[in-house]
């Protein structure tokens, strides 16, 4: 198996983050190419790839995303690649929406990994607030951080609250944000300020640890 990264931050870092893209949106994104230099920027090594649906699609080919638990093994098989890359650092999974989700659901079958970052976790499909996808971050062996924006419609503050999430799972909310983290013009926060909240909190668990 081969993997092209699109890498960002330093090689000597002290954490090596995976990221994963959302079902829509490729690794270099508006969003990704954000948060992937906000990450860097903040000393953190950044390793981004593509599920291959979504590598089809730049060649041209119509190609809906799988469900999610069929790209487990391709991710697994990433984070192998990716190992090989890290030295002594500590290593962290994570994505946007599908990517996070993917990552939960193989960080309950993995415990080599040191935690997991969501970036706008998809608790429900829009609209569908019943179909809840707890199970992969209550399963999770390893702790999972999830920054999401107030009014996520895949998961809103005043819904999420009260899940039964496990003590291992820390959400972090971010002012007004949308799916993307976006706040409406009226917020007293900016998209700019949402993410670079998120980054901060993000490097914060990676470096400083769960918790803090």
């Not at 699609?57 to 995303?65: D, F, M, W, Y």
């Not at 993410?195 to 400083?208: C, I, K, P, S």
């Amino acid at each position: 198996m081969t993997a092209d990264f699109l890498t960002d931050g330093p090689g000597d870092a002290a954490a090596v983050l995976l990221l994963a893209h959302g079902a829509g949106a490729p690794m270099d994104s508006p969003f990704m190419d954000a948060m992937a230099n906000r990450f860097g920027a903040r000393g953190i090594r950044i390793l981004r790839f593509e599920f291959p649906y979504m590598l089809a699609r730049r060649a041209g080919q119509r190609k809906p995303p799988p469900r999610a638990d069929k790209l487990v093994g391709v991710y697994s098989g990433v984070l192998d690649l990716a190992m090989r890359e890290t030295a002594n650092a500590r290593v962290f999974i994570g994505g946007k929406s599908l990517g996070g989700r993917v990552s939960a659901m193989l960080a309950g079958e993995r415990d080599d990994i040191d935690g997991v970052v969501c970036l706008g976790y998809p608790f429900h499909p829009p609209g569908n607030p019943d179909a809840l996808r707890l199970d992969p971050l209550n399963q999770a062996k390893v702790p999972v951080l999830v920054c999401q924006g107030d009014r996520d419609p895949f998961g809103r503050h005043e819904e999420v609250m009260g899940y039964p999430l496990e003590p291992h799972i820390r959400v972090e909310w971010f002012d007004d944000g949308d799916h993307d983290l976006k706040p409406r013009g009226r917020a007293a926060a900016t998209w700019t300020s949402n993410l670079d909240a998120a980054a901060e909190t993000a490097v914060a668990f990676m470096l400083e640890g769960y918790g803090t």
